[in-house]
């Protein structure tokens, strides 16, 4: 069965400082995508970043990078300088080898302070 | 030139009513999905059609119909709505391509409220 867990429901962090976003998977799938989105208050989903379970290197965008490690099936998520607009829900997501369904994990919820 | 577009934005009703929410996409995706959103923010799948066909069906009682009319279209019909379906509504489409990240972009999402 596949699994994402996102143990941070809140988070606060400062303005210009850089926080990281936990997020762990289970999946037997040999090969699987991970994915974060983040939803303002204003409700849409954005899709921020991706992560090929074969890819060697981690995925980066701009100021967002993901810092994957398959064996401890984490895929975390690091905002770098971040910007009092970084303040909405983060979620984390998978998708498995065989099936185009996403799972997602119960968010993590960020506050940027000035 | 919205990529993934959904009416209507915010739809309040009775309980007992049937509506329909609609969604487009330009993005010449050939997968589509519905996902529903509830007050706690958990995201879960609800169907899933590909060109048309209908490929992920999870456990969502049956007053729920999608329907998909071409690969740019999908609709979701409720019937007989219970207060347990408010929620928010989501829309999303990818690409299913051999080699391609598979990213899902979503819609601005419907809020349903069910009184």
């Known amino acids: 069965a596949q699994k994402i867990t996102q143990t941070q429901p809140g988070m606060f962090v400062q303005e210009k400082e850089a926080v990281t976003l936990d997020c762990t998977y289970d999946?037997?799938?040999?090969?699987?995508?991970l994915f974060w989105y983040k939803q303002p208050s204003s409700g849409e989903m954005i899709f921020l970043i991706y992560?090929?379970?074969?890819?060697?290197q981690n995925a980066t965008e701009g100021r967002y990078s993901l810092n994957f490690q398959k064996a401890r099936k984490s895929a975390n998520l690091v905002i770098s300088a971040s910007q009092l607009g970084d303040s909405a829900m983060y979620f984390c997501?998978?998708?498995?080898?065989?099936?185009?369904?996403?799972?997602f994990g119960s968010g993590t919820k960020l506050n940027v302070k000035p | 030139d919205t990529a993934v577009s959904q009416t209507p934005k915010y739809l309040v009703t009775q309980m007992g009513n049937d509506k329909s929410i609609k969604c487009e996409q330009n993005l010449g995706h050939d997968t589509m999905y519905w996902y529903k959103q509830d007050s706690k923010k958990f995201l879960k799948i609800m169907f899933s059609?590909?060109?048309?066909?209908?490929?992920i069906n999870e456990t969502v009682p049956n007053r729920f119909s999608p329907k998909s009319p071409d690969k740019a279209h999908l609709n979701l019909h409720i019937n007989s709505l219970e207060l347990g379906d408010s929620a928010v509504y989501f829309c999303a489409s990818s690409q299913e391509l051999v080699g391609s990240s598979y990213e899902q972009y979503f819609g601005p999402g419907t809020r349903l409220t069910v009184t």
């Open positions: 997501a998978m998708r498995g080898t065989y099936f185009n369904k996403f799972y």
């Open positions: 999946t037997s799938d040999p090969s699987y995508g």
């Open positions: 059609y590909n060109n048309k066909e209908l490929i």
């Open positions: 992560q090929g379970s074969y890819d060697q």
